[in-house]
């Protein structure tokens, strides 16, 4: 089984940055999405940042042009840059992944969360 692990995570204050790392056991050049979600307190999972192995990438509106995702296949890790960070940012931030089994599905990974702080 592919395992995912964040890290990066932390208390920053507005404004700041953090970059988060999804590092996994596999190779995710086999990987046909790389995603980073986050959980606020309080609310539900949402998709912050998306890449495909394509290189497409997609971006919640709300983090649009301050948050940047990445992948570095040699290192097996996707990045989510995050600059200009608000407190409406705090959340457990989850990497996920898709690995296509066949043209018609595959699996879904998790990793298991890294907390983010945004002070005021």
């Known amino acids: 089984q592919v395992q995912l692990v964040e890290s990066g995570g932390g208390l920053v204050q507005a404004g700041g940055s953090l970059r988060l790392s999804c590092a996994s056991s596999?190779?995710?050049?086999?990987?046909?999405?790389m995603a980073w979600y986050r959980q606020a307190p309080g609310k539900e999972r949402e998709l912050v940042a998306r890449i495909r192995d394509s290189g497409e990438t997609f971006y919640a509106d709300s983090v649009t042009g301050r948050f940047t995702i990445s992948r570095d296949n040699a290192k097996n890790t996707w990045y989510l840059q995050m600059n200009s960070l608000k407190p409406e940012d705090t959340a457990v931030y989850y990497c996920?992944?898709?690995?296509?089994?066949?043209?018609?599905?595959?699996?879904?990974?998790w990793g298991q969360g890294t907390l983010v702080t945004v002070s005021s």
């Open positions: 996920n992944a898709y690995r296509r089994t066949s043209i018609e599905g595959g699996i879904e990974i």
């Open positions: 596999g190779n995710i050049a086999r990987l046909s999405i």
